[in-house]
């Protein structure tokens, strides 16, 4: 079956009526959050506040010959749109649509004069998720099918979110929250940070997994400082302290705290650079983003790396999307699925659901769907073509 045609879109589902009166707006509306650009004070600290983060959501529907198409997702879409249309597109336009590891071997191998990681393997994401909704749709089977198949009755989820007391209500067992401090405040950002952690502590109990998030906030020198102020909490891990590109400040931070575990890897691109991780021995838990760190296709050749060397892979929001669900449920070194809260407390997570389809959390237990590709009840007219 030959690709037909590989579009980019955006996602414009019906208008929804909210059923239920949220109790108070969620914390992802007011939480100060720091991230790397945080180092100047023009960039307030509060999410979705920083230019181009996370921006502009993009789908890529990659269709067959007969009409099956398949769909997948991005960010960033006014950027990687001239590498989908000028590039991936006439690169793959009539192949196998089946043929998956052959079409990201010719995507890696011809961004190699410009790069094949950032925003090309952000692209090759998007196409890579399509091309898997697609072989399932033809196929008539879910991905996690054809990846393996069930390797675990359910899968267990964390909760991403600083309004605690709603995801203990949901039935969530592990949480994690966000961080509000950048590397220079100091002394005084340390003892912000630790008076969080130990609230957090006190709510969710002394056997909870509770997980902390940096997002790239800190130098080595202060991410020292703090994780040995940390220890006493008995944190499941601190997730993504530095910079993707500081590997040798990762090593330096297992040796100096090496009882505290490390996570990262939603902005590392690639398998090589997870090569880097797990050959250095700097890290505990892999993260990749199959939205952005080569899809589905990438993630389990990352898997494969941590699986050799003792380590679990962990997508970063795989709990949220089809994508990580399906990965989670046939991968066995991936017994924990994070789901990122981002609605309003008192709003039933069936009603904030963003992809018809998709399976949520029960007690934070998730089956994901048994339908083909990827499980997602997308009707063809919302998938609107945009960026052309």
Known sequence: MKIQSIELCQLALPARTQRTTPRRASYNQ???????INKYPEFPRQLRKIPGEVAHECWIKVS???????AGVCHWGPLIAPLVREHYAPLL??????AIEFLNDLMWRSTQR???????????????????????KLLDTP???????????????YCTSDDLDWSMELGFKAFKISN???????????????????????????????????????????????????????????????????????????????????????????????????????????????????GLSEALKIYTLGEAAGLSTFPHSGAGLPFGQHFHFAMPEASLAEFWLASDPGVP????????????????????????????????????????
Not at 143 to 157: A, E, M, N, Q
Request: aromatic share 8%; charged share 25%; proline share 8%.
């Open 180 to 294: 509000p401090v950048f590397h220079e405040e100091g002394t005084e950002g340390l003892q912000r940070i630790e008076e969080k952690i130990a609230t957090a502590r006190e709510t969710v109990g002394p056997t909870a997994d509770l997980m902390y998030n940096p997002v790239m906030s800190f130098n080595v020198e202060f991410a020292a400082r703090l994780m040995e102020r940390l220890l006493p909490f008995g944190l499941r891990w601190i997730e993504e302290p530095l910079m993707p590109h500081d590997t040798d400040g990762l090593a330096q931070l297992k040796r100096a705290v090496p009882s505290l575990p490390i996570a990262t890897g939603e902005d590392h691109k690639g398998r090589y650079a997870f090569r880097e991780l797990v050959d250095r021995r700097c890290v505990d838990v892999l993260q990749p983003e199959l939205r952005w760190g080569g």
């Open 93 to 98: 336009v009539g192949r196998d649509c089946f």
């Open 30 to 36: 007011s939480a100060k959050r720091a991230f790397p």
């Open 114 to 136: 410009f790069g094949g990681t950032g925003l090309a393997m952000v692209a090759r994401s998007g196409i890579d998720l399509a091309l898997w909704d697609l072989k399932g």
């Open 64 to 70: 067959a010959e007969d009409g099956t198409w398949g």
């Open 143 to 157: 991905v996690y099918s054809l990846i393996g198949g069930p390797c675990r009755p359910h899968i267990d989820c």
């Open 349 to 388: 997570l069936e009603e904030a659901a963003k992809i018809p389809g998709v399976a949520v959390p029960h007690d934070g237990k998730l089956i994901p769907s048994d339908a083909p590709g990827f499980g997602m009840d997308l009707k063809p007219e919302w998938l609107v073509p945009a960026w052309t």
